[in-house]
């Protein structure tokens, strides 16, 4: 339905000026690319707005062309209605012409944002959660569903089966490392890494069995968990009950992560989930070779070309895929190399922020369209 090419050398007929909406989760997860965006905004010359909960630190994400509108101002729920009048009062001075709902979790209110205003709107979907009710969508208003992999394209064709003309999918840009980190440094020891949240023992167990054998093997190299989560200290006994706490160690989140990816050899991701992982983006853009559990919505892994694929439950299946990099340099610097290839071809940062300001205009050109 809606083309992505981009017209930056042409004067739109209509101005286009987005207010974006996000909650602090969205906006922590995905702070690289929202901050990608907003900048392409601003090198096309459109003026934005980013509708952000307070204690979402946009400064750090945003320039100072970017507009900020702090939504809830009261932070209690009995007072929602007082926060929509003062966020309608304060976005009327901005004067939106459409708006972009990052979020599942701000869908109502961009709903009835846009029908106050009577301007449409298009909706961001990162993820295939089941939920009991699925979000509302304003067929009058949203012109366009955004998926961000073919996974959860498919997942919202069955989901929303009455918008299925207008679901597009938009990779996430990231900027690719010149250079593959994996095994760049022949003097360097092996380092492995995993960025996920520690909700579970029973998700490390056969991953930490695995280093562990691949210890007594004689393997040389370090592992880095890094993230938090209420199974932490049951990890942290797991390590040490393993004799592990000289290899492995666990490390709250380090900002910015590109820098760490950019010095290590192989990204592990444990276990698959329903929501996009950013963090393998990132790590396949540093160059880092993956070994990921099967499963997942993340379209840029591809079986021996991008990536190898383990049984999370399985510690043999494990084992082999971590030994194969181990044995193989070569094999993993390729892997690495065609990762970061793909990457270029198919989430250029450019063409994020094109194919996005060319479904504002189809979507705002579709609107007046429907009210004639």
Same mark, same amino acid.
């Given at each position: ?51 952000? %909960? ?41 004067? %939106? ?132 989560? %209420? ?142």
């Amino acid at each position: 339905m809606l083309e992505t090419q981009s017209n930056s050398n042409s004067v739109p007929k209509n101005p286009i000026r987005p207010a974006l909406i996000v909650d602090h989760d969205t906006f922590s997860y995905f702070s690289d690319s929202l901050k990608h965006l907003l900048i392409g905004l601003a090198d096309e010359s459109m003026p934005s707005v980013l509708i952000c %909960p307070a204690d979402a630190a946009a400064k750090q994400v945003i320039s100072p062309f970017v507009e900020v509108i702090v939504h809830p101002v009261f932070n209690m729920p009995l007072l929602w209605i007082q926060n929509r009048k003062l966020l309608c009062s304060k976005l009327a001075k901005f004067n %939106p012409t459409i708006l972009h709902c990052l979020c599942e979790s701000e869908l109502k209110l961009t709903k009835r944002i846009a029908e106050e205003f009577s301007i449409p709107y298009i909706a961001n979907f990162d993820s295939v959660t089941a939920r009991l009710f699925k979000p509302p969508i304003s067929s009058d208003h949203c012109g366009a569903l955004i998926a961000s992999s073919e996974s959860v394209s498919a997942y919202l064709q069955k989901k929303y089966r009455n918008l299925a003309g207008r679901i597009e999918q938009i990779n996430i840009g990231i900027f690719v490392n010149d250079r593959a980190s994996c095994f760049s440094d022949s003097d360097r020891v092996t380092s492995m890494l995993t960025v996920q949240p520690l909700n579970s023992l029973f998700h490390y167990e056969q991953l930490l069995n695995a280093i562990r054998h691949l210890a007594i093997d004689g393997y040389e190299f370090i592992y880095a968990i890094i993230g938090k989560g %209420p199974a932490e200290k049951d990890i942290h006994e797991l390590i040490k009950a393993l004799g592990l706490t000289q290899i492995v160690t666990v490390i709250p989140s380090i900002e910015p992560l590109r820098s760490i990816f950019s010095g290590a050899d192989i990204y592990i991701h444990p276990f698959s989930s329903d929501r996009f992982n950013t963090h393998l983006l990132d790590a396949m853009g540093a160059g880092m070779a993956i070994a990921a559990s099967r499963g997942g919505v993340e379209d840029m892994l591809i079986e021996d070309e991008t990536a190898v694929f383990f049984d999370p439950e399985d510690e043999l299946s494990i084992y082999n895929s971590l030994q194969k990099f181990l044995d193989k340099r070569e094999f993993a610097q390729s892997l690495a190399q065609n990762a970061q290839q793909r990457l270029r071809q198919q989430h250029s940062v450019s063409k994020m922020v094109n194919s996005v300001i060319s479904i504002y205009r189809n979507v705002q050109q579709w609107h007046k369209t429907s009210r004639q």
